[in-house]
Structures are given as structure tokens and as C-alpha cells.
């Protein structure tokens, strides 16, 4: 089970964590990413982390704004995400995978931003940014 949570209401320029707790797995070797759909709009994928090694991948939306991190202890990964834009709105899913991939593949092919490749999906954590 996967439970999102952290979104809310805020101005253009400020920060938001969500965070992303995984519950029920005892997969080794897994990849959690973050993607987001605004009305109107396909999901998209906005970052991911694997397990194995840490690799982290972002949109070029997101990129040099968002950092995404976990803690493998507590089974959390948390998305800090900074200098928000109105058009961040939207509704912020984590899902995992345990398809393993080469970070290379992942990277070069974006595979990592594709929903088709996860297997499991939280709720869903509404972030609104207001202009």
C-alpha cells in the first residue's frame, strides 16, 4: 500500500514535502516515482528514485527545484519541492515498481516517467499554488 500526503495550499514561490510511506512490501530492489495530473492534462511524471543504487530522475520541468529522497529505514520518500509555480497545481501520485532497469535505460529512454511501468499506486495528495 502506498499513502501520499503533504499537499496543500500554497503561494507561488514557496515549498511543499510530500511525502510517500509504503507499507506491506518486502521488496529488495524497487523504484518509487512521482507523477502528477492536472485537470485536463495526462499524468506525468515528475521524479523517481531506485532503491538499489539511489539514482534520482527528474523532469526538466522540476529539475533544480524539486529534490526527491528517502529513508529506506522507515520505507518514506519525500519529494521537497521548491520555488513552486502556479502551473505545479495539480494532483501528486507515488507509485513503485519492482521492475528492475538499468539507470542508464531508465535515464536515456525515460523510462522512469512512464506510469505504464508501475505497478502500484497511492491515492493521491492535491497541491494547489496560488499566483
Known amino acids: 500500500q502506498l499513502q501520499a500526503s503533504g499537499g496543500g495550499l500554497v503561494q507561488a514561490g514557496g515549498s511543499l514535502r510530500l511525502s510517500c510511506a509504503a507499507s506491506?512490501?518486502?521488496?529488495?530492489?524497487?523504484?518509487i516515482g512521482w507523477f502528477r495530473q492536472a485537470p485536463g492534462k495526462e499524468r506525468e511524471g515528475v521524479s523517481a528514485?531506485?532503491?538499489?543504487?539511489?539514482?534520482?530522475y527528474y523532469a526538466d520541468s522540476v529539475n533544480n527545484r524539486f529534490i526527491i529522497s528517502s529513508d529506506n529505514a522507515k520505507n518514506m520518500v519525500y519529494l521537497q519541492m521548491n520555488s513552486l509555480k502556479p502551473e505545479d497545481t495539480a494532483i501528486y501520485y507515488c507509485?513503485?515498481?519492482?521492475?528492475?532497469?538499468?539507470?542508464?535505460?531508465?535515464?536515456?529512454?525515460?523510462?522512469?516517467?512512464?506510469?505504464?511501468?508501475?505497478?502500484?499506486w497511492g491515492q493521491g495528495t492535491l497541491v494547489t499554488v496560488s499566483s
Open positions: 506491506g512490501f518486502t521488496f529488495d530492489d524497487y523504484r
Open positions: 528514485i531506485k532503491s538499489s543504487d539511489g539514482s534520482t
Open positions: 507509485a513503485l515498481t519492482t521492475r528492475t532497469l538499468d539507470s542508464t535505460v531508465l535515464r536515456g529512454l525515460r523510462l522512469w516517467a512512464v506510469p505504464g511501468g508501475y505497478d502500484y
